[in-house]
């Protein structure tokens, strides 16, 4: 036997590498064919949001399939909590019209950090387009605040995860 801790540390970093190569390779090819800003800074910021936005959305399918006692059920429920985390990302809704009832499902949207990282890293610079991030998207917040709120996220996730697995996992007899 081994540790749940042992399980989910391994596990994270096993997949790491593979989810970071995908991420890459999708971000070295969008980024240059689209002609974003041609800056090394900017290039990593956005593969950090990119690479995060997968590892955010697997920790919270994660947390759900092992929450949940079978495949089906998870499926059925991940795609419900993806779309809600799309729909108030801040690009199909615009936050400014969003009812206040529900208004609030954009703070615990991974993709409105996403979304609006992206945004600040390529129009919030001089000559880039400021008047998409001040006007068009109404941006609310910085750069540094969406890449720290989805290391926050990602954190939050598997630290759920952890504690899911450790609440739900194998029960044995101590006695042997």
């Not at 194998?170 to 042997?176: M, N």
């Given at each position: 036997?081994y540790?749940?801790?042992?399980?989910?540390?391994?596990?994270?970093?096993?997949e790491?590498?593979?989810?970071?190569v995908q991420?890459l390779?999708?971000?070295?090819?969008?980024y240059?064919?689209?002609g974003?800003r041609?800056?090394?800074?900017?290039?990593?910021?956005?593969f950090?949001?990119v690479?995060m936005s997968?590892?955010?959305?697997?920790?919270?399918?994660?947390c759900?399939?092992?929450?949940l006692?079978?495949?089906?059920a998870?499926?059925?429920?991940?795609?419900?909590f993806i779309?809600?985390?799309?729909?108030?990302?801040?690009?199909?809704?615009?936050n400014s019209?969003?009812?206040?009832?529900?208004?609030?499902?954009?703070?615990?949207?991974f993709?409105?950090?996403?979304?609006?990282?992206?945004?600040?890293?390529?129009?919030?610079?001089?000559?880039?387009?400021?008047?998409?991030?001040d006007?068009?998207?109404?941006?609310?917040?910085?750069?540094?605040?969406?890449?720290?709120?989805?290391?926050?996220?990602?954190?939050f996730f598997?630290?759920?995860?952890?504690?899911?697995?450790?609440?739900?996992g194998?029960?044995?007899?101590?006695?042997?």
């Open positions: 036997t540790h749940v801790s042992s399980y989910a540390v391994s596990k994270m970093f096993a790491l590498p593979r989810s970071a991420v390779f999708f971000t070295t090819i969008i240059w064919m689209v974003l041609a800056n090394a800074g900017a290039f990593f910021a956005c950090y949001i690479l997968q590892l955010i959305a697997e920790g919270l399918t994660l759900i399939s092992t929450l006692p079978d495949p089906q998870a499926s059925a429920i991940v795609p419900v779309i809600l985390s799309m729909l108030f990302g801040g690009f199909l809704i615009d019209v969003t009812p206040a009832w529900i208004g609030w499902i954009r703070w615990v949207s993709v409105n950090y996403c979304f609006q990282g992206l945004m600040n890293n390529q129009f919030d610079c001089e000559g880039c387009g400021q008047i998409v991030v006007e068009i998207f109404a941006i609310e917040f910085d750069l540094w605040i969406s890449l720290v709120a989805l290391l926050v996220f990602f954190s598997r630290i759920l995860w952890y504690i899911i697995l450790r609440l739900n194998p029960k044995y007899d101590r006695s042997l």
